[in-house]
């Protein structure tokens, strides 16, 4: 998601994060009604039809929803007076409870959100000068364990739902006041997957939110805009390419299976051969379409000389970039981050190879939102997940 700064960069003050107060919940679930966020134009289409009505009020509704930012029924001004009242009758539009708002020195923000159940998760915006990067959360906690990662310190509870995925994105939208998106200027461009969870862990509920997400009436974000980020769950790579058709990054940090399999213990299942086999053969994969391999760069770890030439090795002929990410620390964490010129040694032998080799500069970090670094305040029993 974010990086870290060079040596000599100030230190973020701890006391300057602004923090809002708490939002009540817009809706909850339970209640008989069913939730428009979260499914497709046909879906509404078809739901409108049970309502006796036509087919042009779904194309209505969906715009209120998601180019106008409508939260409610009362304020859809070109739908008659009795047809919104039987609307929210039947059905609302969800938004979690902000229970939490930060807001970096460096401009970035995080959003505690609270679900209907009162899960939480966190998401991230991160401003730049050409863009604005969602980072956007698929599960609440994580399953995956993988020690540099705070949120892998949280226990899973439940994948989320399409409609908790999209919400993040309209959560935000309502906090940056891009209700309707500005022609140009805006300031929610891209979406990352990289947030807490493991997006493939989570496919169906992923994919639909991300077909939302990229509707031409809608979000209309293409997919060169939306990122997914996996840890290597192997089986689910080629379908994602193919049924999605996002960009992919891998979670790598490691360059062999003994380090990766204590890193990313995912690898113990599907260990590097295979992960590299999955990523040689992801649909659509050209220098247009490039893989991102992020890795996160541990002093005394994985931060040698020999790691970057074995790297190199590793994803020889695979048309991408590789993305160092300068550890961020965390309550309790026992790693530390590489020194500046290490990394900068590191990228060049990269770099030399023919790889873009960029080095992630820290947002957030002074409110616990940069990469590895988000952790919701949810502490439940574990839940299984599906996949």
């Known amino acids: 998601m974010t990086t870290i700064a060079a040596a000599g960069d100030p230190p973020a003050d701890p006391n300057k994060p602004e923090i809002d107060t708490p939002q009540a919940p817009l809706a909850a679930r339970g209640d008989g009604r069913r939730n428009l966020v979260g499914l497709t134009r046909a879906e509404i289409a078809a739901a409108m039809t049970e309502l006796g009505e036509k087919s042009f009020r779904a194309q209505q509704i969906w715009r209120w929803i998601y180019v106008r930012g409508a939260t409610s029924f009362d304020g859809m001004t070109d739908i008659s007076k009795p047809l919104r009242a039987r609307l929210e009758e039947r059905f609302y539009v969800f938004r979690p409870a902000v229970t939490r708002h930060q807001k970096s020195v460096d401009g970035t923000q995080k959003w505690l959100l609270q679900m209907a159940d009162g899960a939480e998760i966190e998401c991230v915006h991160i401003p730049e000068s050409d863009r604005g990067t969602l980072c956007v959360s698929s599960q609440v906690g994580c399953t995956l364990t993988c020690k540099f990662c705070h949120t892998g310190t949280q226990r899973l509870v439940r994948n989320l739902e399409a409609d908790e995925i999209v919400a993040q994105l309209l959560s935000a939208r309502d906090a940056l006041g891009e209700w309707p998106p ?18 493939l862990f989570n496919y169906d509920n992923v994919a639909r939110a991300m077909s939302i997400a990229r509707d031409p009436e809608g979000f209309g974000l293409s997919r060169r805009k939306i990122t997914l980020s996996t840890s290597g769950v192997v089986p689910m790579i080629r379908r994602c390419g193919a049924e999605i058709g996002i960009m992919l990054a891998i979670s790598l940090h490691a360059v062999t299976d003994e ?45 040698s000389l020999a790691d970057a030439k074995a790297l190199v090795k590793l994803i020889d002929g695979i048309p991408a970039k590789v993305n160092l990410i300068p550890f961020n620390p965390w309550p309790g964490s026992s790693f530390e981050c590489s020194s500046w010129d290490q990394i900068e040694k590191f990228s060049d032998v990269v770099a030399e190879a023919g790889y873009t080799s960029p080095v992630r500069r820290p947002r957030g970090r002074d409110i616990l939102a940069a990469c590895g670094q988000l952790k919701s305040d949810t502490e439940r029993a574990r839940r299984t997940h599906g996949t």
């Open 182 to 199: 500005p022609e140009s200027g805006r300031k929610l461009t891209n979406i990352v997957l990289m947030g807490m969870g493991e997006p």
């Open 259 to 303: 380090l990766r399999d204590h890193l990313v213990p995912i690898n113990k299942k599907w260990p590097l051969a295979e992960l590299m086999a999955a990523c040689r053969d992801y649909p659509g994969l050209s220098n247009a379409r490039r893989i991102t391999f992020e890795y996160v760069m541990l002093k005394g770890v994985n931060d």
